[in-house]
């Protein structure tokens, strides 16, 4: 039997325990794993465990499902998964099978998966509240209702099926977003080897090379530590760089050319994600030196307010004023900055927000605002940094040098308790250092 979780059975016993604290006594929850998805026919796409039940039990096998039942006699902690079958694993490998997760995992009890349907609707009954996800995966959804279907059905028995059904994300989500020094560990780790992996493309980059080999020296790194892309890795040349989401990653980079490279390794079920925007012979020209210039300035001014008790908020907003400032300053916009920025007029350059959470999900868990208001950073939480500005080829009302350029810059950061940590440290960033690295090569 082989687990591939990162943490002992022990620390996810503790987060059981606290989830199942926030929960109360008369709740039960409900999390499967994540589903497998066709890719073509027969084969699947790469498996990835829902980051809910990652995190809650360390298992990575798809069909199962964590049931906590607080406060249970017969055992709070269950888990529904795959019987060992010697003929399956010598296909698809080793399976750790009930008996085996019970100590593997610090549970309970285990049960065969095939067993759900008739051993849950007993776990409803007696519970009033069901934290579960709804609407994440809708053959799963529909499992659900038939299982409370059948208590229902036994009411006049006396059964009491729950009768109070709540978004298990309010309370996994505040613990998720909160990150203990062992999960800051392995999100270091993500970063040291995404680091390394734009470095290695800034390496390989020569005029003429293609999209997909820069993204070929990436994902080679990321293989290399035992690590996967966390997301479709962004490589866009030119133009390519003002498309936010762009993977297809197939066009070639010519001299004079920037390249944006928006990517990052998943570790242990980590993510990190960074970006750096370099000429791919090595040198900025001046305009995208200029524009370059602006995004690192906003880059670090934001990064600056990465503090305990700083509203969320601000990092955004300080980014958005530098930015402007720039635009104003290199002719791109035209007026005044606090009307600019009230009217959202430089959204045209930079449309998204300057980060987000992230941790188990590249775009993690937590709520951003509270009771209406930006949340003010507390030790432990996790986000990106990643101003950009953008002037796509066809931009009306811009001089034609500025035209066609995109630019982004992003790294990691965790609060403190009395500022911040980079966890992206050591590449590049600024255009000297980005110029002087490629010459070094
Ligand atoms: N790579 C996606 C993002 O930066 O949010
Ligand atoms: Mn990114
Ligand atoms: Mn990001």
Not at 277 to 301: C, I, K, N, Y
Not at 312 to 319: K, N, P, Q
Request: proline share 5%; charged share 30%.
């Amino acid at each position: 039997m082989s687990l591939n979780a990162k943490f002992s059975a022990a620390t996810y016993a503790r987060r059981r325990r606290q989830l199942m604290r926030m929960a109360g006594d008369d709740a039960i929850l409900v999390l499967p794993a994540a589903p497998e998805r066709v890719r073509s026919r027969d084969t699947h796409f790469p498996y990835r465990q829902d980051s809910d039940l990652w995190y809650l039990a360390g298992f990575e096998e798809p069909d199962a499902v964590l049931v906590l039942v607080p406060g249970r006699a017969h055992g709070e902690t269950l888990l529904f998964c795959r019987e060992r079958d010697p003929d399956r694993e010598a296909w698809d490998g080793p399976r750790v099978g009930p008996e085996g997760a019970v100590d593997a995992l610090g549970l309970d009890d285990a049960y065969p998966i095939d067993d759900l349907d008739e051993i849950l609707p007993g776990l409803l009954e007696g519970r009033s509240r069901v934290y579960y996800h709804f609407g994440r995966d809708t053959d799963f959804d529909l499992k659900l209702i038939g299982w409370l279907n059948r208590v229902r059905a036994q009411v006049r028995l006396g059964a009491q099926p729950p009768h109070e059904f709540l978004e298990l994300g309010h309370l996994l989500d505040e613990m998720r977003l909160f990150k203990s020094r062992e999960e800051l560990r392995l999100m270091k780790r993500a970063g040291r080897i995404s680091v390394e992996a734009h470095a290695a493309v800034m390496r390989a980059a020569r005029p003429g090379v293609h999209e997909y080999e820069l993204q070929a020296e990436l994902e080679y790194v990321f293989r290399r530590h035992d690590a996967a892309p966390a997301y479709e890795s962004i490589v866009g040349a030119g133009d390519n760089a003002c498309v936010l989401h762009y993977r297809a990653n197939r066009a070639k980079a010519d001299a004079g050319d920037l390249v944006l490279v928006d990517a990052g390794a998943e570790f242990g079920g980590y993510a990190a994600d960074i970006t750096r925007t370099f000429p791919v012979d090595g040198v900025f020209s001046a305009e995208q030196r200029a524009l370059h210039d602006v995004v690192a300035q906003a880059h670090a001014e934001a990064a600056a307010q990465a503090r305990p008790g700083v509203a969320y908020g601000v990092i955004h907003d300080t980014a958005v004023a530098v930015l402007v400032e720039g635009l104003l300053r290199l002719g791109l916009l035209k007026g005044k900055a606090a009307k600019l920025i009230a009217e959202g007029a430089y959204k045209r350059f930079y449309p998204h927000k300057t980060g987000h959470w992230i941790g188990l999900d590249v775009h993690d868990v937590g709520d951003y605002r509270i009771d209406g208001e930006s949340r003010l950073l507390e030790p432990g939480m996790v986000f990106t940094v990643e101003p950009g500005l953008y002037v796509p080829a066809d931009a009306r009302g811009v001089a034609d040098k500025w035209r066609g350029i995109g630019i982004r810059i992003e790294d990691d950061f965790a609060i403190t308790r009395d500022g911040h940590e980079l966890l992206t440290p050591g590449l590049p960033r600024s255009a000297d250092e980005i110029e002087d690295f490629m010459a070094s090569r």
